[in-house]
């Protein structure tokens, strides 16, 4: 119940004439955090008049609220830092206080109707703080006046030690209600007032002992001016606690200044540095596993919204990275992220395939903008329907042509149906048609339509990936199959007589996919040898399945000659070996087919067959002002690599078509050591899916997390919302902010 106390509201809605919306909160089994989270709400929807019932030791009430018609009574007894940095409030507690109450306080009143701890008003610039009975140590250390601002403290009885000890600016006042003579700021020697040098402190009805005045600290006859304002201080003070005045008035006055300038500047040392010359900088870097994919997939960012609840945005976002976040990200992906990923030195990575077969996106494309513009794509595989999902979704009129007779690339057309199912890879397909992307299947482009294509549209993007397989030059190579048309036949339910024993030479996903086929037409796993010149490259945990099963690795070796039923390999060492073998499958990656390009750009592709681009780094422009080139037709990449490519290629065309300068995307990786995974519990891997947002590090990724906010030893940092502002007047560049921020995303840096 509010006690003694009609005054102090009353006069506060008088003199700031707003509208008290008044509110009730009951703080009983409150953490601190939910409880000034809490009070912040209330404040922010409008309430100016809160009343907290049964608190109970909660830190913090009222840190760094500026909100002045804001008004808080406390009942019971609130924790150590109350009003910490506070600006504007005002706060009465009806019951005792404990330690650090108004440190850095910058304006705004605190009144406390009992007694209170030590280390009160600690570098306190501005407001008011009463106290009605006794205060403990170190009372008004460091209070200063700030610009126009001056801060006030009474305390109704009596002190501890170090009352006003190196005090910069302000008034403290000392009432000694009970008029004791002993005992009234201490009894230490030479304690009171050390190292003042601003301000001044004013005591009632004491006598202070001669020892116990600090250096720097001199007696000083009060003024009328003095008297005056401590008299119109103290009437405040007594009428907000319904005290008589006149009996603490009508009582000798003690004053006490700085002899002169600061006593102790050569020897001062603070808590911490204040002559860093820094400040903090709040950087957002990219994470390790976006660094790391070649797609530019922003998971950490992705599962900051997914652990705010905006799954909304979190969706949005993929949307911008990539088309294909649910076949490519969920199945055929080697998940170099992963391998990037910091959690991983903790437990396990997190899991990115689950998460995007989890997260999966079945509503449309939202379409960004509305420009006007025909383009045309040759190759319907990753890298052309990437460009062509990008520009449409800028408004541009789209269409995609593509010999095969769906779309998909080698994704449609080499991958394995386990690997990715065709009704997977359908499903982000139909998202790019969605948009309004045309795609003309069964539609060979020859040097004549090409350049009917290219007279009709704005822009022509070349994409046909690479479908021309490597034979590898050894005697009786006419004997040897090219894999990837192995594959296109298996996968468009084509036969294909292998015999008894198959070879397959190279070990990468493609050679991978090879030998499931080959199984699923019945060749025995223990008939198949696999042969490289390196480790094989394929998934490695495929690779270690398969050699269970039966099949063979060999590397690093080399093909010397294929016979009519045999192949001839030679180790490192030279030495030959006879391998049995009815088939022969080359997986040694492919060239393109750029026949049907004007032979002003085929003067660039290399004795390989593959595209350079002949002007700067980071560009797919040919020399042909309205042609651009990408995908595997560049050079061979992962199906992650080259739609990373083809959104840049994306946005370069956009930007030549409105006139802009293309500025290519870059990544800015944070530095491994500003990111701490020993500080981190493992967690157990039976962990759901869904709790992976809360596994992340979100390294270089700022969450919110307000951690900053609550190491920061003078409440320098507030964030409202997104922004997050720093106070340089209180800031001292010690670094405590950066050293708590777990995503490494606060750096130091020059003021």
Known sequence: MKKNYPSLESSMQENRKVHTTRCRLDAKGMHYKDLNGKIRELADSGVTHIIVKNVRGQRYIGSGITNENLFIEIEGVPGEDLGYGMGGATIVVHGHGQNA????????????????????????????????????????IHMKAYKKKVPIVVVGGTSGDFLGEYMAGGTLILLNRGNSRNLVCGAADKTLATGIHGGEIFIFGYEIPPDLLGIGATHMAPTEGDRKMVFGVVKEFANDFSFDVQPLI????????????????????????????????????????EAACPAGVPTGRFLRYIRQGQNDKALELLDEATPFRYSCCGFICPHLCMSACTRGKVDFPLRTAEL????????????IGNFQGKISVIGAGPAGLTVAYHLARLGYKVTVYDAADRPGGKMYQTMSRTRLPLEDLDHDIKRIMALGVKIMTKTVVDRKIFAKILKESDYVVVATGAHRALIPPVKGNERIHAG????KAYNCGESFRLGEKLLIIGGGDAGIDGIEAAMNLGMKSDNIIVIDIKTPSGNKEEIKKLENMGVTFKYPVFLDEVTGDSAIIKTGLSQRETIRADTVLAFINERPALDFLPEEILKVVDERGFFKAPMENFSFRTSNPAISIVGDVNSLGLV????????????????????????????????????????????????????????????????????????????????????????????????????????????????
């Open 484 to 487: 990837i048309d192995f594959l």
């Open 250 to 289: 009508n009582r000798e006055l003690v004053k006490i200044a700085p002899k002169g300038s600061r006593p102790f500047a050569k020897f001062y040392c603070p808590a911490y540095p204040v002559n860093t010359n820094l400040k903090p900088e709040r950087r957002e870097m990219t994470s390790p596993c």
């Open 356 to 367: 995007a077969k989890k997260y999966r996106i079945d509503d449309p494309p939202p379409q």
């Open 640 to 751: 992650t690599t080259n739609i990373g490519r083809a959104r840049e290629c994306a946005r370069e065309v956009h930007a030549v078509l409105q006139g802009e300068q293309y500025v290519p995307v870059k990544k800015n990786p944070i530095c491994s050591a500003d990111l701490h995974p020993e500080r981190c519990v493992p967690q157990d891997p039976s962990l759901r899916i869904e709790e992976e947002s809360a596994r992340c590090l979100h390294c270089g990724v700022c969450i919110q997390c307000d951690k900053c906010v609550e190491a920061c030893p003078r409440h320098a940092i507030v964030r409202e919302g997104d922004d997050f502002t720093v106070d340089l007047t209180l800031c001292g560049g010690c670094g405590t902010c950066a050293a708590a921020c777990e995503g490494g995303v606060i750096k130091m840096v020059q003021r």
């Open 101 to 140: 109450i108004a440190n850095t306080m910058d304006s705004g009143k605190i009144v406390v109707h009992g007694l209170a701890g030590d280390a009160l008003a600690y570098g306190m610039r501005g407001g008011k703080l009463f106290v009605r009975d006794d205060v403990g140590y170190r009372v008004g």
